[in-house]
């Protein structure tokens, strides 16, 4: 009796140590809207997005799970900021430098651009430009610090919130509600390919330089710091073995040299 007793105790102990094993599982909360291929929602597209996926195996080798849910950007930048979760992205170091941290290293280089419909004349040029259109934009995006030069420029900016806002604004812009919306170029043409819209919309300008994309992680918490050295260099690691290009080459896409 004494014996089965025992070893009652020490299977109640192992699994009470195993139990306490699985909630003190390091976790890195990650929050993101759909910018696809660089973050998607797998529901959706049948793949999280090849930021996601570095990221994922880059934590993973550190024995840190890195957990993605897809929402409302506005809403994610907030939460962000006030440390309720982790980390963002995928996102612009430009305008947002003295509210999140960010890595040195990026995921690659990203520039925004104008779309319209294919029997537009209008072009981008100049910002002066700009003071003739209804432009659709995303809520919360600040387009690579170059948010205030719309806003003071443009005839009249619709800011669109939600997960699938650039696909709201393709919507209006088919429907001739808009006149154009901007994206991050990647982006766009990957979603316009997706809604089969290649046929209607197409590519007016660009704005402002190629700069890099980034996630971005809270400054509330006191493990950022330690999440940010990580990423950094798991992605120089990736970049120099080949892991970083055949991660993106998935999506179809080429890494910048």
């Given at each position: 009796?004494?014996?089965?007793?025992?070893?009652?105790?020490?299977?109640?102990?192992?699994?009470?140590?195993?139990?306490?094993?699985?909630?003190?599982?390091?976790?890195?909360?990650?929050?993101?809207?759909?910018?696809?291929?660089?973050?998607?929602?797998?529901?959706?597209?049948?793949?999280?997005?090849y930021v996601?996926?570095i990221?994922?195996?880059?934590?993973?080798?550190?024995?840190?799970?890195?957990?993605?849910?897809v929402g409302?950007?506005?809403r994610?930048?907030?939460?962000?900021?006030?440390?309720?979760?982790?980390?963002?992205?995928?996102?612009?170091?430009?305008?947002?430098?003295?509210?999140?941290?960010?890595p040195?290293?990026?995921?690659?280089?990203?520039?925004n651009?104008?779309?319209?419909?294919?029997?537009?004349?209008?072009?981008?040029?100049?910002?002066?430009?700009?003071?003739?259109?209804?432009?659709?934009?995303?809520?919360?995006?600040?387009?690579?610090?170059?948010?205030?030069?719309?806003r003071?420029?443009?005839?009249?900016?619709v800011?669109?919130?939600?997960?699938?806002?650039?696909?709201?604004n393709?919507?209006?812009?088919?429907?001739?509600?808009?006149?154009?919306?901007?994206?991050?170029?990647?982006v766009?043409?990957?979603t316009i390919?997706?809604?089969e819209?290649?046929?209607?919309?197409?590519?007016?300008?660009?704005?402002?330089?190629k700069?890099?994309?980034?996630?971005a992680?809270?400054?509330?918490?006191?493990?950022s710091?330690?999440?940010?050295?990580?990423?950094?260099?798991?992605?120089?690691k990736?970049?120099?073995?080949g892991?970083?290009?055949?991660?993106?080459?998935?999506y179809?896409?080429?890494m910048?040299k």
């Open positions: 009796m004494k014996n089965r007793f025992f070893i009652q105790i020490f299977i109640l102990c192992i699994a009470l140590i195993y139990e306490n094993y699985l909630f003190s599982e390091e976790v890195i909360q990650f929050e993101t809207d759909i910018w696809c291929p660089y973050t998607c929602d797998e529901k959706i597209f049948g793949m999280k997005g996601i996926d990221a994922e195996e880059i934590f993973k080798e550190n024995n840190i799970k890195f957990i993605s849910t409302p950007w506005a994610i930048l907030v939460r962000t900021e006030k440390g309720e979760i982790d980390a963002l992205g995928a996102a612009y170091k430009e305008g947002r430098e003295d509210k999140f941290l960010f040195k290293e990026d995921f690659g280089k990203s520039v651009g104008f779309f319209v419909n294919k029997n537009s004349n209008w072009f981008y040029k100049t910002p002066e430009s700009l003071k003739e259109i209804i432009l659709g934009s995303n809520l919360g995006y600040v387009y690579a610090g170059n948010i205030d030069l719309l003071k420029n443009v005839k009249k900016l800011e669109t919130g939600g997960e699938t806002a650039f696909q709201k393709l919507e209006k812009l088919v429907h001739n509600e808009l006149d154009s919306v901007i994206e991050e170029t990647t766009a043409k990957y390919k997706m809604l819209l290649g046929n209607k919309i197409k590519e007016a300008g660009t704005i402002g330089n700069t890099g994309i980034y996630i992680f809270t400054k509330n918490k006191p493990t710091k330690k999440y940010v050295k990580m990423l950094e260099e798991g992605i120089v990736y970049k120099k073995n892991k970083f290009e055949q991660i993106v080459k998935k179809g896409l080429k910048e």
